[in-house]
């Protein structure tokens, strides 16, 4: 049998590991972190992009998020634009800097993803994210269902 606790303690050891690794070589060499650079591909990704999209894929709060979004536009990495149907509401997308910076920075995540990743027998690899796929989308089920 599992050791839930265990396994929990692990995930969390080796998610907080590599987001910290592959974030301090994101800001190394993009001047971006983990987070910001996140953000840029979830609004890249979705077209009319709004700040509860994001809060829906991370799971953090909209202040949480509208902040995060706020510094990326004083950047320059990304504008609101108003929602067409949503007074209330601002659509997302990315300026050219913040695409061509998001292009720049993808090889590098994956390539540190790819260094960090390497001493796991690739279909052990491939186990544990099929794995965590079906844990992510229970939990996410089950967090739509109000419980």
């Not at 650079?37 to 799971?59: A, K, T």
């Not at 149907?85 to 998001?102: A, F, N």
């Not at 920075?105 to 994210?129: C, K, Q, S, W």
């Amino acid at each position: 049998m599992t050791d839930i606790t265990r396994l929990f303690t692990d995930l969390v050891r080796v998610e907080t590991r590599l987001y910290n690794t592959v974030s301090d070589r994101l800001r190394a060499e993009h001047g971006i972190g983990l987070g910001q650079f996140e953000f840029l591909d979830i609004i890249e990704g979705r077209p009319g992009c709004r700040v509860l999209d994001i809060v829906r894929e991370v799971g953090i709060t909209v202040g949480a998020v509208s902040k995060a979004v706020d510094r990326l536009e004083s950047a320059g990495l990304c504008v609101r634009t108003a929602h067409p149907d949503d007074r209330r509401s601002s659509v997302l997308s990315l300026t050219p800097e913040g695409s061509r910076l998001l292009a720049a920075a993808r090889p590098t995540l994956r390539d540190e993803l790819a260094a960090r990743t390497a001493a796991v027998p690739p279909a052990e690899l491939a186990r544990t994210a099929a794995t965590l796929a079906t844990l992510r989308t229970a939990l996410e089920e089950h967090g739509r269902d109000g419980a």
